[in-house]
């Protein structure tokens, strides 16, 4: 059985008792009622379909949290302000003028 430390108001310090000790998991009300509940009658088959599903939501959200990360570096890259340019001084204009003009005068 799970036992919580702190009141109803914020997050909860929840020791869970696993065969190898406590693990100590800190969650808000509802995720904290809803793992007390699950550990209430929780054989050792239950605690490892648990340690599964919570293992596999942990993945996810570090998968998500990536893409999330990924996606505003991109429309950030993506934006005009931020456009590379080389460094240094911009190429003259006018020279590719004047390079043109002089083929045509020497004709």
Do not use: W
């Not at 909860?12 to 550990?39: D, F, H, Q």
């Not at 340019?85 to 043109?100: D, E, F, L, S, V």
């Amino acid at each position: 059985m799970a036992t919580s430390k702190v009141s109803q108001r914020g997050p909860r310090a929840i020791a869970v008792p696993l065969s190898g000790g406590t693990v100590t998991v800190y969650a808000g009300v509802k995720m904290g009622n809803a793992l007390e509940e699950l550990t209430e009658d929780m054989t050792l088959y239950h605690g490892v379909r648990l340690a599964q599903v919570i293992e596999a939501v942990y993945a996810q959200g570090i998968r998500d949290g990536r893409r999330q990360v990924v996606e505003a570096i991109g429309t950030v890259t993506e934006s005009k302000e931020l456009q590379y340019r080389n460094p240094g001084r911009p190429a003259k204009k006018a020279t590719a003028k004047k390079a043109t003009a002089k083929k045509a005068t020497a004709k």
